[in-house]
């Protein structure tokens, strides 16, 4: 039996899964960051060993024919250097790719043909692919710097337009008494001290996002706007991306702003087909982790055929 090693290397926690040949999941495992950009490296390798010991006894130490890692914080494919310090006695195996999660993603797209992967969450990026390998990205810029249609961007526009309003400079709108429920304050003033606190949690900031959809469903103009200008954004920024590839390119998108918000969804894709009516929209059919594992297929020169996908799909259905 052929075994195959596909890892989800996320900021919060990573999952591993193993299959054989035809698609079967074999096991899967679930541990801490293994990203030695985000975490030392010493703990990132204990953390992969602690992953691997687990996933090894329950395929009874079969060998790994190839292993495909995906990694939040990498800008491309990693080196021999990284990919050695991460894996060295720890993954014994020949064929071993580590590449950025967005291009990982991008693999469950299995189709031959450009494709494209949108993903939208704290942050937001996209990666795209043309028929002969070549690929490009945009985003992942950070909370900071700002990434176009992500939940912080969402929830601070927001708050900004909420503070507009407290001033009369905009319409009163219902996210102010959101803003006040979420963060637990009474004003803006004490917002503003919590805020600088917590700046380094950006997650906080972009949870609040939920609120902002919740009020725009509500028929909240303000959120209504909010949630449209983030989108067409994010839209005018993939249509950049796409301007030399095919009309009929497929486009996936992943992350918690488009997988729960159909008004956000909704609005990015309308603006996307402005420029091409063809383009095929849709949510990733599969987890993070099954675009890795296709990866590890991928490098083997093994076929997606659809006995896999049948396999994988039973494990997708388990999942969710």
Request: charged content about 25%; hydrophobic content about 40%; proline content about 3%.
């Amino acid at each position: 039996m052929s075994v195959y090693l596909g890892i989800e290397g996320g900021k919060a926690k990573t999952t591993a899964i193993a299959a054989n040949e035809k698609g079967k999941i074999l096991a899967k495992v679930e541990g801490e960051c293994i990203d030695f950009n985000l975490v030392p490296l010493a703990k990132a390798r204990k953390n992969l060993k602690n992953v691997l010991d687990v996933l090894a006894e329950r395929v009874e130490n079969q060998p790994f024919q190839a292993v495909a890692v995906s990694l939040t914080s990498l800008p491309g494919t990693a080196g021999k250097r990284d990919t050695a310090s991460l894996c060295n006695g720890i993954i014994d195996c020949e064929r071993i790719l580590i590449d950025r999660d967005l291009f990982i993603a991008m693999q469950s797209i299995y189709q031959p043909g450009a494709r494209a992967v949108v993903i939208s969450g704290i942050g937001s990026s996209v990666a795209v692919e043309d028929e002969n390998g070549k690929r490009t990205s945009f985003g992942s810029w950070g909370h900071l710097l700002g990434d176009e249609g992500s939940g912080y961007q969402i929830s601070l526009s927001a708050i900004r337009y909420a503070i507009r309003a407290e001033q009369g400079m905009e319409p009163s709108t219902q996210l102010t008494h959101e803003i006040f429920d979420y963060f637990e304050v009474a004003d803006f003033r004490e917002l503003r001290a919590l805020l600088e606190k917590t700046e380094s949690d950006p997650k906080g900031i972009s949870d609040f996002a939920g609120r902002v959809f919740r009020c725009a469903n509500h028929g909240d103009a303000a959120a209504i706007g909010i949630v449209g200008a983030q989108a067409m954004l994010l839209a005018e920024t993939v249509k950049t991306l796409l301007r030399d590839l095919p009309e009929d390119t497929t486009i996936g998108l992943w992350g918690g702003i488009f997988r729960y918000n159909r008004l956000f969804r909704n609005e990015f894709s309308m603006r996307l087909l402005e420029q091409s009516g063809s383009y095929q929209i849709q949510m990733l059919d599969y987890p993070p982790e099954c675009g890795a594992l296709f990866a590890a297929y991928k490098l083997c020169n093994v076929p997606i055929t659809e006995e896999i996908i049948k396999n994988t799909d039973v494990y997708r259905g388990l999942r969710v």
